[in-house]
């Protein structure tokens, strides 16, 4: 069972583990399950944190005449960044020192001659230096204040021995600063430590494969680190807080990310980790964003008034796209492009529940909740490529991302925005088809039962349209009354705008695939009058010229409650806002 350990960064181990006395120096280390053994081993010196260069030497053990070492063309973020082209002085060597041929096969690959003299080499030594200097989530820093590390940009792999446990071990530590990872300290390493007032050594951690420690960023540095307990269903689980930046009111944060937590964990029914970890950079010099990891997540902002939003779209991906998983991401090639469609919901639908939960917990109002939509509403319409780009392709295309041509509203959509816009619509026509008596939340917790806790992968748009369609009908079932749509709604509404393509709701016997059809794979104008309109709510107009802008785009529409809304209407509404269904008296979704 993983769990957290403290250990002193620069003194002897064995002697101030839970010393308060060493608390200036600890270390924190977040685990995973131990690896049976180890094979590849990363040693990575922090010397001269001033010059932003990693030297790292990598231990194989040989079992074929060739070795062929890749570092990743990507990570992080969808796009090609290739890794290699901050690599330098890549050279091989057996135990005994001797250098061994190296030839470059390509932009991230090198092929190693270990093969000499009609017998494999013993104890392969590859040796490489690499630069990074870039503050935020998304990439890797090392300078004279601290080292963020995503693993991936700075450790290569043997591609046919990704599989196999590996050992991790920072050297030539500044002795002030300490370590945060999410891996497990292997018990058995020597104690590196060093005289007083020297660097010091890191322990060795472990991982039972290479995508796992690369899904486990490291800070080393000087950080602040608490922790709370959080999650309601259940024991509580540890959640640590590793922070480093502008002064923060510790208990203002720590209540917010609890709120955060016990609804999340609530709502889907547990956590499904032993411990999780928010990586937090506050200040103008780390970047911005957030990266989700499996049992953490790396968040830089510049100001603590941007935490909750990005805090409660992280923690939400420890289910959507980390265990809810697209099979269009695995297994992971991290040569190329993997192409997904998926990005819609697993990103966009991520983003949904970040309002959500914001709301239904009070950190927003329902006057922010609304405004947000109406915001997310403008920023679809302001951009003329939803005519021609669906939210599937917009996902396909995450990998233009990097050119700023792609990104102006002629030539692309975001899959955020839309993905976001697409949850709420899928959730008030569950609503509405179900009577109430069944919402989005429960396709989340459907997923996670079906995909995440059996260890199966989804298939992309198809099993989210599946997943909405059995909630839909095991709500419905004993319900029918053929015929009699709940809420039928014409072809044409009287402003104009098309049904949703679930008008009839699933009791007249229709489904959700005219829904995915023209909203997730195509291009149709979403209905959001007649989609608002099914919870109590309206789409108001100004002219261009009263609007106000947002980043940018003018506010033209604004999202307000309809002042007549039916009980119907209002019970959907007070669903949205409050996470709960009709489908049990006085009983919240979150427990069902
Ligand atoms: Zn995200």
Redesign the pocket.
């Known amino acids: 069972m993983p769990f957290v350990v403290i250990l002193s960064g620069a003194r002897n181990l064995s002697c101030s583990f839970w010393s308060s006395v060493c608390a200036f120096a600890l270390v924190l280390v977040l685990v995973a399950p131990a690896p049976a053994r180890a094979t590849i081993r990363y040693d990575v010196s922090l010397a001269h944190p001033e010059r932003h260069q990693f030297h790292v030497t990598m231990t194989v053990p040989v079992t074929s005449p060739w070795t062929f070492v890749q570092m990743p063309a990507w990570n992080a973020l969808y796009q090609i960044r290739d890794f290699g082209a901050r690599v330098t002085d890549f050279r091989a060597s057996d135990a005994a020192n001797n250098s061994l041929p190296v030839r470059r096969l390509d932009k991230g690959t090198w092929q190693i001659d270990t093969y000499s003299h009609g017998s494999a080499i013993s104890g392969l030594r590859i040796q490489y230096t690499t630069f990074w200097d870039d503050p935020g989530p998304f990439d890797t820093q090392l300078n004279s204040d601290h080292a963020f590390i995503n693993l991936a940009m700075i450790l290569c792999y043997v591609p046919e021995r990704r599989g196999e446990d590996d050992v991790v071990h920072f050297t030539d530590v500044p002795r002030d600063w300490r370590t945060a990872v999410e891996l497990l300290p292997d018990k058995a390493s020597p104690d590196k430590s060093a005289p007083s007032g020297a660097a010091f050594d890191t322990p060795n951690f472990v991982a039972p494969n290479y995508d796992a420690l690369v899904d486990a960023p490291v800070e080393i540095g000087q950080f602040e680190e608490w922790s709370f307990t959080g999650g309601t269903q259940g024991a509580g689980r540890t959640i640590r807080v590793v922070y480093h930046g502008e002064r923060v009111d510790h208990d203002a944060l720590t209540h917010m990310l609890s709120q955060i937590v016990n609804y999340e964990t609530g709502m889907m029914g547990g956590a499904p980790f032993p411990e999780y970890t928010f990586f937090l950079h506050v200040g103008p010099n780390y970047g911005g964003g957030?990266m989700?990891h499996a049992n953490c997540t790396a968040i830089s902002v510049d100001s603590f008034a941007q935490l909750m939003n990005v805090s409660a779209?992280?923690f939400f991906?420890l289910w959507n796209?980390k265990r809810i998983r697209p099979q269009t991401l695995e297994p992971v090639d991290y040569t190329r492009e993997m192409y997904t469609r998926a990005l819609w919901f697993?990103?966009g639908v991520?983003?949904t529940y970040a309002a959500y939960t914001l709301v239904r917990t009070g950190l927003w109002s329902h006057a922010q909740f609304l405004a947000d939509l109406g915001q997310q509403i403008n920023e679809l319409e302001s951009r003329p490529a939803r005519a021609w780009q669906s939210a599937e392709e917009s996902s396909l295309d995450t990998w233009l991302d990097k050119y700023s041509l792609y990104n102006r509203p002629e030539f692309s959509i975001s899959y955020?925005n839309k993905g976001q816009l697409l949850g709420v619509a899928l959730d008030i026509l569950i609503r509405d088809a179900t009577d109430n008596r069944a919402s989005l939340d429960d396709v989340m917790r459907r997923m996670n039962r079906e995909y995440a806790e059996r260890g199966r992968f989804y298939d992309d748009s198809a099993d989210v349209e599946r997943a909405v369609e059995e909630v839909v009908r095991d709500e419905a079932v004993g319900e029918a009354e053929p015929g009699s749509a709940p809420n039928a709604v014409p072809g044409t509404e009287p402003n104009g705008e098309a049904n949703p393509g679930v008008g009839a709701g699933p009791r007249a016997g229709s489904t959700f695939a005219d829904f995915f059809r023209r909203y997730v794979s195509g291009t149709d104008e979403m209905p959001f009058a007649d989609l608002l309109a099914r919870a109590g709510l309206t789409l108001g107009m100004l002219s261009q010229s009263k609007a106000s802008a947002v980043q940018g785009v003018p506010q033209v529409y604004y999202v307000q409650e309809a002042p007549g809304a039916t009980e119907r209407q209002l019970r959907i509404r007070n669903g949205i806002v409050q996470g709960t269904t009709d489908a049990g008296v006085g009983r919240p979704a979150a427990v069902r």
């Open positions: 957030g989700e779209h992280e991906h796209v697993a990103e991520t983003s955020y």
